[in-house]
T-cell receptor, first 115, second 113 residues
């Protein structure tokens, strides 16, 4: 089956620093990837849709200058949280779109803690 | 816009059946999914159903879709302690062209030995 990895699986950083999270499709190519955020005991909320070779589409209320997304290849999308603050602490999950409509393969998630 | 709702918590005894419920906004071409999330882990796709189906069964899992009431359920037969997790209902619709998933709030299933 299709496998999506994320790196790192967890990260702790100081307030004001930037953190990059990678999302890779290991055995298939993904033109489109999605980034979700999950706060403790809450559901997943879509942050942005990442399209290979073009700008990401951000959901309303998500700051594009704070959450930089780069989808430079068909197997890699990165999310950079710039100038991170404690309120950015969350579980970030990516998914890669499959060939069938609605088919998505999820990564294992990255837990970000900002001190 | 799309909206998906679930009850927050369900507790069952080991060996019993579990039924997790979900309601969704109407669409003629909707894909509905059930995902399982264990603590600190990502999402595992359990099963899915298209809106032109009424039921789907896969081993211990049975999905029922009531299109009239916009109601989706997941039944887990012979629930085991390893089934304890959060279960998310999610949808996407061809009509909206939105390919990302809209998730419900998740139902925490607690299985007591």
């Amino acid at each position: 089956g299709a496998v999506v990895s994320q790196h790192p699986s967890w990260v702790i950083c100081k307030s004001g620093t930037s953190v990059k999270i990678e999302c890779r499709s290991l055995d298939f190519q993904a033109t489109t990837m999605f980034w979700y955020r999950q706060f403790p005991k809450q559901s997943l909320m879509l942050m942005a849709t990442s399209n290979e070779g073009s700008k990401a589409t951000y959901e309303q209320g998500v700051e594009k200058d704070k959450f930089l997304i780069n989808h430079a290849s068909l197997t890699l999308s990165t999310l950079t949280v710039t100038s991170a603050h404690p309120e950015d602490s969350s579980f970030y999950i990516c998914s890669a779109e499959g060939t069938s409509y609605g088919e998505q393969f999820f990564g294992p998630g990255t837990r970000l803690t900002v001190l | 816009g799309e909206d998906v709702e679930q009850s927050l918590f369900l507790s069952v005894r080991e060996g019993d059946s579990s039924v997790i419920n979900c309601t969704y906004t109407d669409s003629s071409s909707t894909y509905l999914y059930w995902y399982k999330q264990e603590p600190g882990a990502g999402l595992q796709l359990l099963t899915y159903i298209f809106s032109n189906m009424d039921m789907k069964q896969d081993q211990r899992l049975t999905v029922l879709l009531n299109k009239k009431d916009k109601h989706l359920s997941l039944r887990i037969a012979d629930t085991q302690t390893g089934d304890s997790a959060i279960y998310f209902c999610a949808e996407t619709s061809r009509d909206t062209g939105r390919r990302a998933l809209t998730f419900g709030s998740g139902t925490r299933l607690q299985v007591q030995p």
